[in-house]
């Protein structure tokens, strides 16, 4: 780290430093604040698209108890063909958004199958997105969180170690200059004082 100059371009030079900092930190103290309650909102949308898969897994076996039946393959009937993630801006993050899913169902015959396997794709259908879904919440809470810990780390740089410095240095620097000009004024008095004698 550069030494501190204690001079008058100096002091000048940080004070437009403070300056600066005092006027950056509420702005960056705010997207703090909209991060961690967009945070708070993604967690909030993470348990309640869990709390969904939980119902539907329940609803299957509820509805279909059927499916303890081993000798009716339904192995592979639904399946995630793909899907397409997209991006968000949120308070500057970037975060990823399920734009498109495409499940298949294998074709099967309803005079082979049974029935209730109807109900049952249907099921799997909306069990296996609601899966997807909460994956991609998951991963837009871990990218919020990333987020606020580096925001937070900005405020707490600004707030609570450049702003404190360049306060410390101001007042180094003042003390020094007055420091300066009491001692000049007592050298010019001395001086008179040797001049008015002589």
Same mark, same amino acid.
């Given at each position: 780290?550069?030494?501190?100059?204690? &001079?008058?371009?100096?002091l000048a030079h940080?004070r $437009?430093?403070?300056?600066?900092y005092?006027?950056?930190?509420?702005? +960056?103290? +705010?997207?703090r604040?909209?991060?961690?309650?967009?945070?708070?909102?993604a967690?909030?949308?993470v348990?309640?698209?869990?709390?969904k898969?939980?119902?539907?897994?329940?609803?299957?076996?509820r509805?279909?108890?059927m !499916?303890? &039946?081993?000798?009716i393959?339904?192995?592979?009937?639904?399946?995630?063909a793909?899907?397409?993630?997209?991006?968000? &801006?949120? %308070?500057?993050t970037? !975060?990823?958004v @399920?734009d498109?899913?495409?499940?298949?169902?294998?074709?099967?015959?309803p005079m082979? @199958?049974?029935?209730?396997?109807? &109900? %049952?794709?249907?099921? @799997?259908?909306?069990?296996?997105?609601?899966? +997807?879904? #909460?994956?991609?919440?998951r991963?837009r809470?871990e990218?919020?969180?990333?987020?606020?810990e580096?925001?937070?780390q900005?405020?707490?740089?600004?707030?609570?170690?450049l702003?404190?410095n $360049?306060?410390a240095?101001?007042?180094?620097?003042r003390?020094?200059?007055?420091?300066?000009?009491?001692?000049?004024? #007592?050298?010019?008095?001395?001086?008179?004082?040797k001049r008015?004698?002589?």
């Amino acid at each position: 780290m550069a030494r501190l100059q204690l &001079n008058k371009s100096s002091l000048a030079h940080q004070r $437009a430093q403070l300056k600066t900092y005092e006027k950056f930190l509420p702005s +960056l103290d +705010l997207k703090r604040q909209q991060l961690m309650g967009e945070r708070a909102k993604a967690v909030v949308q993470v348990a309640e698209m869990a709390r969904k898969v939980e119902d539907l897994a329940q609803q299957v076996g509820r509805d279909v108890p059927m !499916l303890g &039946n081993s000798d009716i393959d339904l192995k592979g009937l639904v399946r995630l063909a793909r899907y397409e993630l997209g991006e968000e &801006n949120v %308070v500057g993050t970037k !975060l990823p958004v @399920l734009d498109r899913i495409e499940v298949k169902i294998r074709p099967y015959s309803p005079m082979v @199958l049974p029935h209730w396997v109807d &109900n %049952v794709t249907t099921l @799997l259908h909306d069990m296996l997105e609601a899966r +997807l879904r #909460v994956q991609v919440a998951r991963q837009r809470v871990e990218v919020l969180s990333r987020a606020v810990e580096v925001i937070t780390q900005r405020v707490n740089l600004f707030d609570k170690v450049l702003i404190p410095n $360049a306060r410390a240095n101001i007042k180094k620097i003042r003390i020094y200059l007055n420091d300066e000009e009491m001692a000049s004024v #007592v050298r010019s008095k001395i001086a008179k004082r040797k001049r008015a004698m002589a």
